[in-house]
C-alpha cells in the first residue's frame, strides 16, 4: 500500500515540476503515471467487483480526461470535461452501491454544497460571455451539477455506518479536494488568471484522487 502511495506522489510531484519548467516531455510521463499507479493499486488490491468496478471506470475516464487536457488545455477542454464528467458519474454510482439512505446530515451537506457551490458557479457563468465562451454555459452547469452530487455522495459516507471511518475521511476530503481543483481551474480559465493557477489545480487534483482511492481501498480490504 505504502509503494503505491509513495509513486502516486512522486509522479504527481513530477507533473507539478513539469509545469512549474514546461517540461512538456516530463508531463507526458508524469500526469498519467499518477492515475495509472492508482488503477494498478485499486486492481490489485481489492480487484474490480462491485461497486469497486465504477471506481476502476473512474480512475480510467479520468486517465483519458488527464490525456486530452494535457495535449491541449484550450482545443480539447470539452472534450476533457466530457471525461471527467462521466468519471464523477462512475463514481457516483460507486459510492450510492447499495443505494444508501438520506438523512438529516445529508440534508444539511446538500444545502451546504449546493448553496456555496451556486456562488461560485454564478461568478463564473457571469464571466463567459466577456471571454468568448458562451457556448459553455451549459456544460458548466451539467458538469457542477455533476461533481456536486459526487461530493455529496462522498460526504454522506460520514454519516453510513456501513463505512469505515477512517475511508469515509479519506473520501470526503479526496472529493471536497477535487472539486477546489476544479473551481481554481475554472476561475483561472474563465475569470481571471491565478499566479501558479495551473500547479494548485493539478496539485489539488492528484491530492484528490490520491485520498479518493486509498479510502476507498481501505473501505473494501
Known amino acids: 500500500m505504502l509503494l503505491f502511495i509513495i509513486a502516486a506522489l512522486i509522479f504527481a510531484a513530477l507533473e507539478a515540476l513539469a ?16 492515475m495509472t499507479v492508482l488503477f494498478l493499486w485499486l486492481f490489485t488490491s481489492v480487484g474490480m467487483d462491485g461497486a469497486l468496478l465504477w471506481f476502476g471506470l473512474g480512475i480510467l475516464l479520468s486517465l ?18 466530457v471525461a471527467f464528467l462521466l468519471a464523477h458519474i462512475a463514481y457516483v454510482i460507486g459510492f450510492n452501491i447499495p443505494v ?19 456562488r461560485i458557479i454564478r461568478r463564473i ?23 456536486s452530487v459526487m461530493l455529496l455522495s462522498a460526504m454522506m459516507k460520514l454519516t453510513d455506518i456501513s463505512w469505515n ?8 476530503i479526496g472529493a471536497i479536494l477535487f472539486y477546489i481543483s476544479d473551481i481554481i481551474l475554472a476561475w483561472h480559465k474563465f475569470v481571471a488568471p491565478i499566479q ?12 484528490a484522487q490520491i485520498a479518493l482511492i486509498a479510502g476507498v481501498i481501505v473501505q473494501f480490504s
Do not use: C
Open 19 to 34: 509545469l512549474q519548467k514546461n517540461w512538456f516531455k516530463l508531463e507526458i510521463i508524469a500526469k498519467p503515471g499518477v
Open 64 to 81: 483519458a480526461g488527464d490525456v486530452l487536457l494535457m495535449i491541449s488545455l484550450d482545443r480539447l477542454f470539452l472534450a476533457g470535461l
Open 100 to 118: 444508501p439512505q438520506m438523512n438529516f446530515f445529508g440534508i444539511v451537506f446538500a444545502i451546504m454544497i449546493g448553496l456555496g457551490g451556486a
Open 125 to 147: 457563468l457571469d464571466h463567459l460571455p466577456a471571454t468568448g465562451q458562451g457556448r459553455m454555459r451549459i456544460p458548466i452547469i451539467i458538469y457542477s451539477t455533476v461533481i
Open 165 to 172: 471511518a477512517s475511508a469515509a475521511l479519506l473520501v470526503s
Open 196 to 207: 501558479h493557477g495551473r500547479i494548485y489545480n493539478i496539485a489539488a487534483y492528484h491530492l
